[in-house]
């Protein structure tokens, strides 16, 4: 599992455990089988930073991933749900990738 799981950038498990995380919760009606997902992913996505990069940035881009989840409520009072969400998800993806591709 492990091995399969390193061909899978690290953004793209952030990016879709947001975006995965929120429409698990939204599509069952129960926001804690959206917040297993959420975990599930980060907790994923925090092993393959921490194995690429190191522990400082493993660090680093699982509080942004936090702070992506938590932001995101508030911006989509002003843009929508689905907007907000694949905003935030661009932004984690994104970051993901300029920090463990310098690591590289």
Sequence with gaps: MVAAMAKVPAAAVAAGGLIGGYGVARWTGKRPLGGVALAAAGSLAAYAWNRQAGPRAAAGLTVAYVAAFAGSHPLAKKV???PAVFTVAGGVA???WAVTRRAV
């Design 80 to 82: 929508g749900a689905w």
């Design 94 to 96: 994104a970051t993901s």
